[in-house]
């Protein structure tokens, strides 16, 4: 091929990649959402305009007397406002449910960073009418900074901000976005309270996982129905940007209801447990452990015993009832009830289990430095070694065998002087 020809072969390749990435026509080019009005068709809402710009907002109510589940949203409006203080940790001592925000994103991807878009903001709030929703949705990338601008105005009249995971995802990605667009975002006004940590505690001995979606389903008996999956959401937003077409949208924003709905109500039940663990209500003796140790870790070492006490009445599967029986002990001893504890600790003893090496060390430390009773100790040491050996147990070994040969020994007696 000479030099002519390879000119126009270039020219031809040139044209073909002009044709294909050439703009539309405009009766080709798909209509933008914003001038046909297909997203209103689909969602109940409106397009708001801000100084930064339009985007398109929705709300739905969750109205009094509606259940989601199990639980009755008229439960709401009457939540105590101290409810949240022992959760918190006391930073949040008294805030009335008005005041609680309930915030849940939906974004372009799960890495974070500079480069992932909450493309859906959704705030929930208590009302006396019931629980409200509202939805803030990019219809394109050029819709975040308004969008943000309205999520910023609508924040300032609460003082508290709730969500699943959020100290880790949700606030850290919005401050992100904020920052790209040069505002200030709304939380440095908010005390922030992650419901995750909360239901770790509760729950993560006796659930398979701790995703919102499956609280909802275990502790509110939800099943959701049209819902979309998490991990196809992504992808689903990026089919509505190349195509304009939103009927797939619709499922996004009913998964973000709900998950908001869900984790209002689970605000109602979890910090409950941490407020009064007394009078936590539970069917299982395994969500009971989590609070107990909660306690423990407080220095509310009574309360944490009867807990205990509570979990293995309530029924615990043996992977759990043993470590519960064993902690019930050590807190006897911390609360210097000696005998309850070395009769908790005899009974591990009398049974095949993973505490059974360590029960007997106990009693043996017992009898050892308490009791006097040598043999005794040396007898459970060697029962201990039996079950799971150590360098410890060894060294115990040895100076009870020394102890108790001394104390074989006949004492002499000295003859009085005439």
């Known amino acids: 091929m000479d030099i002519t020809e390879q000119i126009a072969h270039l020219r031809r390749t040139m044209a073909d990649i002009d044709r294909k990435y050439a703009p539309l026509p405009a009766s080709a080019a798909p209509a933008p959402v914003q001038q046909g009005g297909f997203l209103e068709d689909l969602i109940s809402g409106e397009t708001v305009e801000t100084p930064h710009g339009k985007h398109f907002e929705t709300e739905q109510l969750y109205p009094i007397g509606r259940r989601h589940g199990s639980f009755d949203i008229s439960d709401l ?14 930073t949040i001592p008294h805030a009335p449910p008005v005041e609680w925000a309930f915030l849940d994103t939906e974004t372009t991807g799960l890495a974070g960073g500079s480069g992932t878009y909450a493309f859906l903001i959704g705030v929930g709030s208590i009302h006396p009418d019931g629980f409200r929703v509202r939805q803030f949705f990019l219809r394109d990338y050029s819709d975040e900074r308004s969008a943000l601008h309205s999520l910023a105005e609508h924040l300032k009249r609460f003082s508290v901000l709730i969500t699943y995971n959020g100290k880790s995802y949700d606030q850290p990605l919005l401050e ?98 941490f407020r009064d663990p007394a009078n936590v209500r539970a069917r299982h003796g395994t969500d009971l452990l989590g609070v107990a140790r909660w306690l423990e870790v407080s220095g509310r070492l009574a309360e944490a015993r009867q807990l205990l006490a509570r979990a293995v009445k309530l029924g615990l599967p043996d992977s759990r009832l043993f470590r519960a029986l064993f902690e019930a002990a050590q807190l006897d001893k911390k609360l210097d009830r000696e005998a ?79």
């Not at 909802?216 to 509505?240: H, K, S």
């Not at 029960?359 to 007898?379: G, M, Q, S, V």
């Open 176 to 273: 992100t976005r904020y920052t790209m667009c040069r505002a200030r975002h709304p939380f440095g006004s908010m005390e922030h309270l992650d419901l995750l940590y909360g239901a770790r505690r509760l729950y993560k001995l006796r659930l398979e996982n701790c995703r919102l979606v499956n609280l909802e389903n275990e502790i509110l008996a939800v099943e959701r129905e049209g819902d979309i999956p998490g991990e196809m959401i992504p992808y689903t937003y990026f089919e509505y940007l190349r195509t304009r077409r939103a009927r797939r949208l619709v499922p996004i924003f009913h998964h973000n209801v709900l998950d908001i709905v869900s984790l209002a109500c689970m605000t109602a039940v979890i910090p409950e447990a």
């Open 77 to 90: 409006p009457s939540l105590d406002p101290g409810l949240l203080e022992a959760l918190s940790n006391g």
């Open 340 to 418: 309850d504890a070395m009769a908790v600790f005899l009974e591990l003893t009398e049974s095949p289990n993973p505490y059974a090496a360590k029960a007997h060390e106990e009693l043996a430390k017992f009898y050892e430095h308490k009791d006097r009773n040598y043999e005794l100790a040396l007898e459970h040491t060697r029962a201990a070694r039996r079950a799971e050996d150590s360098m410890a147990l060894r060294n115990r070994q040895d100076r009870l065998e020394r102890k108790c040969a001394v104390s074989r020994q006949p004492r002499l007696k000295l003859k009085a002087r005439a």
